[in-house]
C-alpha cells in the first residue's frame, strides 16, 4: 500500500517580511488611535473641525493595515506543505484561545471599571464606540457580549472581526492552496485581474444599484463573486513574494499609485461624512478594504517594505520578536489606544501629532506586556497570547 509523502514544512526566514509585519502591527494601532477622532464621543470641542480633519487624513493613509496581514499571511503559507489536518490544528488553535480569553477580558471590562467605583464615562475613553449600553457597567450586559461571541464581535472588541475573518481565512487556505499550486503566473495574475474589478463594486452598489451579474433578491453570489474579497490579498501576497523590481520601477510605480488611491479615500471619506444623511455603511465605504482605492494603497506599502534591506543583527533579532509577539499585542493593544489619546491631550501634544504618539505609547506597552506574559507563563503562552 503506498504511503503518503512526507512534505517538509520548514521555511527560511524572510526578514523583510518581518519589515512588512512591524509596519501592519504599526499602522493598525495607529489605524486605531484615530478612532477617537472618526467617531467622537461625549460634547465636541472647539477645535472638533481639526480633529476630523487629521481623523480622516490618518485614517485614510493607513487603511492598508489589515491587507498587509492577510498579504503576509499568503506570502507564508501559500501553498501549504504538510498534512491539512496537522494544518488546521496548528494555526486555527493558536488564534482561537487567545481570542476567546481576551474577548471575555474586553466583554468584562466595564463591569470590572462598576467594581472598582470607576465613572462610567472612563469606557468611552477606552473603547469609543462602545456606547451607553456598556456605559451601565453591568454584569448582565457584559454576560450579554460574551454569549454573542459564537456568531459576532462586541463594541468593546471591534478589533476582533479580523479574527472571525482570519479563521475563515484558515478554513479556506488549504483548498485555494491547491489551485495555487497548479496555476501558472498569467493565471494567476488574470485572477487578481478580476479581483481588482470587483474593488468597485461597492460604489456601484451604493451609487448604482444593489445588483448587478446575475445577483437579485434570491441571489447574492453574482458572476465574480467567487474572485472577491480577501482571497485576492491573500493571493496578492503571494505573487508579490515572488516578483522582484528595481528600486526605480518600484517608486515610479508605487508612488503614483499610492497617491491615486489616497485621494480618492480621503475626499471620498470626507464626501461622506459632510453628508447629514451619513449612515454606518456610508461612513466605511470609502475605507472598504476590499475597495481598489484601498488596493492601489496597499500594494506599494507592501513593495516598498519588501525592498528595505536590515543589515544589523539587532534590528533583526527585535523584527523577530515581533513575529513572536506580533499576535498578542493585536490582542491586546486596543485597551492602550484610547488611553493614549487621552494622554496626548492632556498633556499637549499638538493635534497633528497626537495619533502617531498615542500609537507609538500604545504599541510599546503593548509589545512590552506581551513579552512579560511570555516569560511568566512559558508553554502556556501561545493560549494567551498565541
Not at 71 to 89: C, H, N, Q, V
Not at 141 to 164: C, K, R
Amino acid at each position: 500500500m503506498n504511503q503518503p509523502i512526507a512534505m517538509n514544512t520548514t521555511r527560511k526566514h524572510v526578514v523583510w517580511l518581518d519589515v512588512v509585519r512591524l509596519v501592519a502591527m504599526f499602522t493598525v494601532v495607529c489605524c486605531h488611535s484615530a478612532d477617537p477622532f472618526n467617531f467622537y464621543p461625549g460634547e465636541p470641542p472647539a477645535n472638533i473641525d481639526e480633529i476630523k480633519f487629521w481623523g480622516a487624513a490618518y485614517g485614510a493613509f493607513l487603511r492598508p493595515c489589515v491587507p498587509l496581514f492577510v498579504m503576509i499571511t499568503g506570502a507564508l503559507l501559500l501553498p501549504i506543505r504538510g498534512e491539512i489536518s496537522a494544518f488546521y490544528k496548528k494555526r486555527i488553535s493558536r488564534v482561537f484561545w487567545p481570542f476567546l480569553i481576551w474577548s471575555v477580558i474586553y466583554n468584562l471590562f466595564p463591569w470590572f471599571t462598576g467594581l472598582l467605583g470607576l465613572n462610567p464615562e472612563i469606557i468611552l475613553d477606552f473603547f469609543p464606540y462602545s456606547g451607553e449600553e456598556a456605559a451601565r457597567q453591568s454584569l448582565n450586559v457584559s454576560l450579554g457580549y460574551i454569549t454573542e461571541m459564537p456568531l459576532n464581535f462586541s463594541l468593546l472588541d471591534v478589533h476582533m472581526w479580523y479574527i472571525y475573518l482570519l479563521i475563515g481565512l484558515y478554513l479556506y487556505l488549504p483548498i485555494f492552496s491547491a489551485w495555487v499550486e497548479k496555476a501558472s503566473e498569467k493565471a494567476k495574475l488574470w485572477f487578481l485581474v478580476a479581483w481588482g474589478i470587483t474593488g468597485l463594486l461597492p460604489y456601484y452598489y451604493q451609487f448604482v444599484s444593489p445588483y448587478i451579474w446575475g445577483g437579485c433578491a434570491w441571489n447574492s453570489f453574482n458572476m465574480l463573486y467567487y474572485f472577491a474579497g480577501f482571497n485576492g490579498y491573500l493571493l496578492l501576497g503571494h505573487y508579490l513574494r515572488n516578483h522582484d523590481w528595481s528600486w526605480g520601477k518600484t517608486l515610479s510605480v508605487c508612488i503614483p499609485m499610492f497617491l491615486t488611491g489616497y485621494m480618492v479615500t480621503f475626499f471620498g471619506f470626507r464626501h461622506m461624512t459632510a453628508l447629514p444623511q451619513c449612515t454606518d455603511e456610508m461612513l466605511e465605504l470609502f475605507f472598504t478594504y476590499n475597495s481598489l482605492n484601498v488596493i492601489m494603497m496597499t500594494i506599494p506599502f507592501f513593495l516598498i517594505a519588501k525592498k528595505v534591506k536590515v543589515r544589523s543583527e539587532l534590528i533583526q533579532r527585535m523584527l523577530a520578536n515581533l513575529t513572536v509577539c506580533g499576535f498578542g499585542i493585536y490582542m491586546i493593544h486596543y485597551f492602550f489606544t484610547g488611553p493614549g489619546v487621552v494622554l496626548m491631550r492632556n498633556i499637549g501634544v499638538p493635534v497633528p501629532l497626537q495619533i502617531p504618539a498615542a500609537a507609538v505609547v500604545a504599541f510599546g506597552v503593548s509589545w512590552l506586556l506581551v513579552i512579560f506574559i511570555r516569560k511568566i507563563s512559558g508553554k502556556n503562552a501561545k493560549y494567551i497570547v498565541g
